[in-house]
């Protein structure tokens, strides 16, 4: 049974930095494409950040560069690292996985993590 567990989330004051972690079990993170994603209140789900199998990332486009996703794959672990956090970075984090099948950053996510909040203020 897959299992994504999310840790790390809190609240910061902007400018701050966060590492979000995601421990994953059930299945190798070397098959699989893992995400990150954030939903903020009242808006929709958006994708931040996927990683490839053999380690390639992608980002969406208005988040590269404050954003770095990396994963170590003996600890079947997923990592987002946040720096110069800003109050629109207020969501829930959310990590997925997938098994590999093309794109990374278009294909449908099968498993999900219950979320960690991050919270940033002014």
Partial sequence: QVQLVES??????????????????????????????????????????????????SYAGSLQGR?????DNAKNTLYLQINSLKPE???MYYCAATPWRGECRLVNYNYWGQGTQVTVSS
């Fill in 67 to 71: 954003f770095t996703i990396s994963k």
């Fill in 89 to 91: 970075d207020t969501a």
């Fill in 8 to 57: 790390g989330g809190g609240s910061v004051q902007a400018g701050g930095s966060l590492r979000l972690s995601c421990a994953a079990s059930g299945y190798t993170a070397s098959t699989h494409c893992m995400g990150w994603f954030r939903q903020a209140p009242g808006k929709e789900r958006e994708g931040v950040a996927y990683i490839y199998p053999l380690g390639y990332t």
